[in-house]
């Protein structure tokens, strides 16, 4: 059942195991969030609360708030929880680090970067212990206007050192499917198959996006915007053309992320305006979020483009793969096997998704590798094995080309170095120790 239809005792479901304190649980996805009666008492939340900016309280017949925070008004709640400390976000990054290196990642974009993040990774990359490479997504906030591009571009100056590069804008067109947030070209449909009048929720309005957009690009910043639907797809990929139009076309590395739907006639614009679609690969499977909370949902057209990585391609377009740890694992070796094969590896489910999706092995890699390097805008220094590229690899303890899509996720990293020094070695490698 969907999100919306099944909210009318949320908080009142929490408040009878947490009623005393308030209470918030995140989505999975970070896109909503369950609170209960006291959190919502607490952030002063109630009927006459508007709904903010890129954002929606979920409400009953009469309008009080019912405990459901969909997108932007989850920060009425979660604003004021306790933050981490400075201290906890460099240990943070630190942890990140580690189990990235173990997983065989030496380089990220990190999709979100707020100003205490960003001094984190600021105080680490000025000591020259930032030894994973970052590239780093200020957000454009919503319901602020072009005065945040001093700000951003301040940022950008200060965010970028040593292997990290805040070079890149934020923008959320839109949010997911599985709580009716997602930008549809086709209305969503209820529990019986039918149209309903819900296209989704526009993060901006669309004259915004286009203005923001075209403001970014002008000073020069990549733009990475948030794209499930494929309404909000076609409608970034709008915002986009009419910024190369304004500003003139140059090497820019604009991003959609996910790209969970996209309609046929819009997979050639990818290559006609440069843009890198940001793709996570583990998602394009039969699980239950895919069989019970999207298909059942969304019209049939919209269905038989979901997770369009193979037709991206096929029209000419760059391919770059991302995990949005954390919501998703970040390990590569997943990912790959669920590309090349569109179901989970160590899954019960045989049946892939839209077959006619999948990838070979050798594309797979490249955007996990070379194509990933290209949205960092660090392709020239890293991502392939060529003379003259720093030696950032991972070794493995198998040829991924002899395996099974599903027995990927059995290769084990014995090594992973960073300009060929080992950030990480398998107690039984020999370079460990």
């Known amino acids: 059942m969907p999100q919306r239809a099944a909210t009318s005792r949320a908080a009142a479901a929490l408040d009878a195991i947490v009623p005393d304190r308030p209470a ?5 996805d970070y896109h909503g969030a369950w609170v209960n009666s006291r959190a919502l008492e607490l952030a002063g939340v109630t009927a006459a609360t508007p709904d903010p900016p890129g954002g929606r309280i979920e409400r009953d017949a009469r309008g009080a708030p019912v405990g459901m925070l969909q997108e932007h008004a989850m920060h009425l709640v979660l604003d004021r929880a306790p933050a981490p400390t400075h201290a906890d976000r460099v ?21 979100l970067v707020d100003r205490e993040w960003q001094a984190a990774y600021e105080q680490l990359a000025r000591a020259g212990e930032l030894r994973l490479r970052v590239r780093g997504s200020l957000e454009w906030q919503p319901g602020g206007d072009e005065r945040q591009l001093a700000e951003l571009v301040e940022r950008r100056s200060s965010g970028t050192l040593g292997r990290l590069a805040c070079g890149n804008v934020k923008f959320f ?13 086709d209305p969503y449909l209820d529990a019986d198959g039918r149209p309903t009048d819900e ?20 000073e020069g910043f990549g733009v990475h915007i948030h794209t499930i639907g494929d309404r909000a797809v076609r409608e970034s990929l709008d915002v986009l053309e009419a910024a190369i139009r304004a500003n003139g ?15 046929q006639d819009d997979l050639p614009r990818f290559r006609a305006l440069g843009v890198i679609a940001n793709v996570t690969p583990l998602w394009a499977r039969l699980e239950a979020y ?49 590309a090349v094969a569109r179901i989970d590896p160590d899954g019960d489910v045989t049946e892939a998704l839209l077959p006619g999706e999948r990838l070979d092995l050798g594309a797979a890699i490249a955007a996990q590798t070379i194509g990933a390097a290209h949205a ?14 720093l030696a950032d690899l991972v070794v493995l303890d198998r040829d991924l080309h002899r395996l099974a ?3 990927y996720i059995e290769a084990r990293v014995l090594a992973t170095l960073v300009e060929g020094e080992v950030m990480y070695a398998a107690a039984d490698s020999e370079l460990s120790g």
């Open 199 to 218: 296209y989704g929720l526009d993060q901006y309005p669309l004259a915004e996006l286009e203005r923001f957009v075209r403001l970014c690009d002008a």
């Open 376 to 389: 960092c805008a660090i392709d020239r220094q890293t991502g392939s094995i060529e003379v003259g590229k």
């Open 290 to 338: 895919v069989t019970e909370l999207t298909i059942p949902f969304v019209s049939a057209r919209a269905s038989a483009g979901m997770y369009p990585f193979a037709s991206i391609l096929r029209a000419g377009g760059a391919l770059a793969f991302g995990s949005d740890w954390s919501v998703s694992t970040p390990d590569p070796l997943r990912q790959l096997a669920t």
């Open 91 to 111: 240990e943070g990054i630190r942890a990140a680090e580690d189990y990235y290196f173990s997983l065989g990642i030496t380089a990220c974009q990190d999709a």
């Open 405 to 407: 899509p599903a027995e």
């Open 249 to 263: 076309r140059r090497d820019a590395r604009h991003q959609l992320a996910h790209v969970q739907f996209a309609h």
């Open 24 to 28: 918030v649980l995140s989505n999975r």
């Open 173 to 185: 067109h839109d949010g997911v499917v599985e709580n009716r947030t997602a930008a549809m070209l």
